[in-house]
């Protein structure tokens, strides 16, 4: 097994963000085994150094692979794409989530239970949007030619910048359905 950071070449699998869930889990289980540090305990300590590292790869790889929006994150850090202060959005969606915040801005002052559910399906209705439009990029992403990723990999980053955006309302929408 080389000894890389790269998750993908670890799991020894394509960089993808549909990996094959179940192959992703089997890899973790062989792993979790052979890097066990209980089956290397009359290793020299150098190797069981290594083991540990090991084990702890094997460990921090499955968490990151097999949760979507980590997997996403890490592909797209991997690719330098979410470097702080380059996260520019298209004008139209900052507009509308201008838009929602005023109106989160609106009921700190007077909590109003239909804003609350007005807003939340704006909110739910945007992100459905988007997670429809990235759908394709995000399933055949594998397949693309290496010249064509970094346009994918673009469009990806913006999805993903968007939804933070929205999650961050939805924390706050939750905040004031609690109130009222």
């Known amino acids: 097994m080389p ?7 670890f799991y020894e699998l394509p960089e993808t963000f549909r990996p094959d869930e179940a192959a992703l889990k089997r890899k973790y289980y062989a792993l979790s085994r052979e890097y066990h540090p209980d089956f290397h305990g009359t290793a020299s300590a150098e190797k069981q150094q290594e083991i540990l590292h090991l084990a702890t790869l094997n460990t921090d790889a499955y968490r990151t692979l097999s949760h979507p929006d980590q997997r996403m994150s890490y592909i797209l850090a991997r690719h330098g794409l979410l470097e702080e202060g380059k996260q520019a959005l298209p004008p139209d969606f900052l507009m509308e989530v201008m838009d ?27 992100s459905d949007t988007l997670d429809v439009g990235i759908e394709p990029v995000l399933a055949g992403y594998e397949g693309l030619p290496g010249d064509a990723r970094p346009q994918a990999l673009q469009q990806v980053r913006t999805y993903y910048l968007k939804k933070r955006y929205l999650l961050r309302i939805r924390e706050s929408l939750s905040k004031f359905a609690a109130r009222s």
């Open 3 to 9: 000894e890389t950071s790269n998750y993908f070449d």
């Open 100 to 126: 929602l915040n005023e109106q989160l801005m609106e009921l700190e002052f007077e909590p109003d239970p239909t804003i609350v559910n007005k807003v939340e399906t704006e909110v739910n209705t945007l």
